[in-house]
């Protein structure tokens, strides 16, 4: 094998490993996503809220840097 060929390999090589991880990472990341909106269905639907209504909750808990938990309690207190 001569030395333009070990380089090519080599180089085969590495892209082979670095696009096997991109793709595990693109799965992990979009099977995440899923199972994060299937906890906010849930947990939407336990609290009687469309899950664009949670949505909006948990991203104003997120802004004020409170817990979801307090921010549930005070919209409770005003229905």
């Known amino acids: 094998m001569t030395l333009s060929m070990t380089k090519a390999v080599?180089?085969?090589?590495?892209i082979y490993d670095v696009a096997k991880?991109?793709?595990?990472?693109?799965?992990?990341?979009?099977?995440?996503a899923i199972q994060i909106q299937d906890e906010m269905g849930k947990t939407a639907q336990k609290l009687r809220l469309t899950v664009k209504e949670f949505?909006?909750?948990?991203?104003?808990?997120?802004?004020r840097h409170f817990s979801l938990?307090?921010?549930?309690?005070?919209s409770s207190r005003t229905k």
């Open 55 to 63: 949505s909006e909750l948990r991203h104003i808990a997120q802004l």
């Open 21 to 32: 991880r991109a793709f595990a990472a693109l799965k992990d990341f979009t099977l995440g």
């Open 10 to 14: 080599v180089a085969g090589n590495a």
């Open 69 to 74: 938990s307090y921010i549930l309690t005070l």
